[in-house]
């Protein structure tokens, strides 16, 4: 896998021009054996990047594993692949085995140039891949129901780009988009059966723990 990281927007916009025409967005086939969620929080200028492999029959917990480095690119809204992608990448890599799948908390083609974070690590891994995201980057939608599975499409320049999904009955929808090599339909159904008790799927939410846990710890 060679990885590319630029410092500039300009040579980061350039990359994602040239990666993109690498996502693929297909059918996903039989169900993965084993998932990843991935999250990354920040201690000053230090980033702490964890990812938390589960088994996707049974959501049991499986291993975590962490990677923490400086990073001196900008918080900048469509260029979060290159601020935090780096570190998700070597979290991914320590794991004792590979995943079939990854969860990103980001987005994958609901990006301006159809190429954000969670494309971007499945374009490096060559694994399917499906943003997750809380909140909206680009796109218009209709509310969808209130009830727990309900959703309705994400749109973007007049092409469905992800789908806007309630993972629980009566809270606020989280924003689903396919990275690489799975589509919508399959995009919300990972994500649907990952979800337990919570708003976000169990791997996703593990990672996020744990990141914000090292890095309340390092921040002292």
Request: aromatic content about 8%; some cysteine.
């Amino acid at each position: 896998m060679k990885e590319t990281w630029p410092d500039t927007l300009a040579a980061g916009r350039s990359l994602q021009e040239r990666l993109g025409t690498r996502v693929r967005i297909v059918p996903f086939g039989k169900p993965p054996e084993k998932i990843v969620g991935v999250d990354a929080a920040f201690a000053g200028s230090y980033i702490i990047a964890v990812a938390s492999m589960y088994r996707y029959s049974s959501l049991e917990h499986l291993e975590d594993a962490v990677n923490g480095e400086k990073t001196e690119f900008p918080y900048v809204p469509c260029y979060l692949a290159f601020r935090e992608g780096h570190a998700i990448v070597l979290a991914v890599k320590k794991l004792k085995t590979r995943p079939d799948l990854i969860l990103v908390d980001g987005h994958g083609i609901a990006h301006p140039r159809g190429f954000g974070i969670a494309s971007h690590i499945g374009v490096l891994f060559d694994v399917p891949t499906v943003g997750c995201a809380k909140s909206r980057l680009i796109g218009e939608f209709v509310e969808p129901g209130k009830r727990k599975g309900d959703w309705t499409y994400l749109s973007y320049r007049g092409r469905n780009v992800g789908a806007v999904l309630r993972t629980r009955e009566d809270v606020k929808p989280v924003f689903v988009s396919p990275g690489h090599m799975i589509d919508i339909p399959s995009a919300i159904g990972v994500v649907m059966h990952c979800v337990s008790r919570y708003r976000v799927p169990d791997p996703l939410r593990c990672a996020d723990h744990l990141s914000k846990q090292f890095s309340k710890a390092i921040s002292g």
